[in-house]
């Protein structure tokens, strides 16, 4: 077999981290290999049209492709951050060739942490 064929059939993650700044797609396989990503300030766009969602569907529109040329059929989707991009790079995800299987929410939320230590008597 050779090693430039494409495997098909194939599952992976797309992960979205979409800041206040920028919207970053990251494909990986299931064992979290990376295999493509790309960015909104990687497309070209310049400061604050970073952060729009537009900017953030022309980054899932590459992803999409170059999944699709990689043999990718099936991907779940893993978003974080609180940026505008995450609904508009899932919107193109699920318009796409590839069926979105899972989307699962990472977003850290606080909860005011650990109890403090208690008060030092002298």
Sequence with gaps: MSKFLKKTHEKGIIHIQS?????????TDLKGNTKFWSSAGNLGFKNSRKST?????????LLATKALNLGFDSIIVKMKGLGYGKLAAIRVLGK????VEKIIELTPIAHNGC???KKRRV
């Design 96 to 99: 796409s060739k590839l069926s």
């Design 19 to 27: 800041t206040r700044n920028n919207t970053i797609l990251t494909l």
């Design 53 to 61: 969602s537009y900017a953030a569907q022309a980054v899932a529109e």
């Design 115 to 117: 109890r403090p230590p």
